[in-house]
């Protein structure tokens, strides 16, 4: 389950930034998230309650994703299509020359503190 290391990646970083803006508690944290990017949400959250719960900062702070879309262009026609519902063949040519655009990022998009 490499959730759990995200999970600690990001309290790494929150911690990091809060400490340098002198912030003692965060409230919720906003995560962008591909649509393919092969970590599972649910999995995520749960490692978040747990691991949040241990941090000096983050008890009870929200971990909130955001799903960015999975989009392909296809390289032979220039169109983008989505993703999941197409797969790797694009479905206005058929071609397999093909390329993911955007849907496997993973960012910290919003960190809110307890004022």
Known sequence: MHELGIVFHIIRTVEDVAKQNDVSRIRRV?????????????????CWKWAAAKSEI??????????????????????QYPTVQYGR???????????????????????????
């Open 89 to 115: 063949i694009c479905p206005h040519c058929r071609s397999e020359h093909t390329h993911l655009v955007q849907g496997n990022e993973m960012m910290i998009k919003e960190v809110e503190a307890v004022e």
């Open 30 to 46: 906003t995560l962008q998230l591909g649509e393919v990017s092969g970590v599972v949400e649910s999995y995520l959250l749960d």
């Open 58 to 79: 983050l008890p009870g702070a929200v971990l909130a994703v955001e799903t960015i879309p999975a989009v392909t262009l296809c390289e032979d026609c220039g169109q």
